[in-house]
């Protein structure tokens, strides 16, 4: 871990063998990080199962640690294969325009992974932003509603456990979403954090999320 001001660049390896208490000791000191500090996160997080392009995973503990990203505000910027045919190598940050100029290519010595190159901009500068969001002024909440309709909800939860059936639900929800609602880019602006958004509102907003966990 390297600390530059308020941006903390931080390495993780996480064994696939690794127990659930192991997971829980890195999901709280990445809280406790994520709440005062834009921290640069990368490493190989052994989590093939997960869809970057939608954002779900098919079991708990993936499930679980993209939970934990939306909680701490962590977006993932890499969607290039590392290792084969998988991503398992990832790259996170809480703040646009915060890292740059990223290549993924070539092995270092007898690795099997590839290398993950960037760079960490330690100002904020004003930048085109990429990022997309929803266009609900153009959103076709008609289809929307007809596309709900139409799915066998009985049949899509039977035999999941609770967290499997939210995961379930937002499948579809998000499948629904891409074909009603469109997409439009963010104007630009300079990148960073809203002041309102300090590291007791983020806390604030953590223990609410851990609260509805536990009531789910």
């Known amino acids: 871990m390297e600390n530059k001001g308020d941006v903390v660049a931080c390495v993780y390896y996480r064994s696939p063998s690794k127990d659930v208490s192991s997971d829980e000791l890195f999901y709280r000191q990445l809280g406790e990080i994520s709440g005062s500090v834009a921290p640069v996160l990368t490493g190989d997080f052994n989590f093939p199962d997960i869809s970057w392009e939608d954002h779900t995973a098919v079991t708990s503990r993936p499930g679980k640690f993209l939970n934990l990203l ?16 998988a991503l398992l190598d990832l790259l996170f940050v809480n ?65 999941l456990e609770i967290h499997e059936s939210w995961l379930a639900f937002e499948n579809h929800l998000l499948k629904a979403q891409e074909q009603a609602m469109p997409l439009c880019r963010k104007s630009n602006k300079w990148v960073r954090r809203p002041i309102c958004l300090n590291s007791e509102l983020l806390l604030e907003l953590r223990q609410k999320n851990k609260l509805y966990d536990l009531w789910k």
């Open 95 to 159: 703040r646009e325009g915060l890292v740059g100029d990223m290549t993924v290519g070539g092995c270092l010595g007898r690795n099997d992974h590839k290398m993950v190159q960037f760079k960490i901009f330690g100002v904020m500068r004003k930048k085109i932003s990429r990022v997309a969001t929803l266009d609900f002024r153009r959103a076709k909440f008609k289809l929307l509603e007809e596309l709900f309709g139409s799915v066998p909800w009985e049949p899509a939860f039977e035999g």
């Open 70 to 85: 939306g909680d701490n505000f962590l977006s993932q910027l890499l969607s290039e294969p590392t290792r084969k045919d």
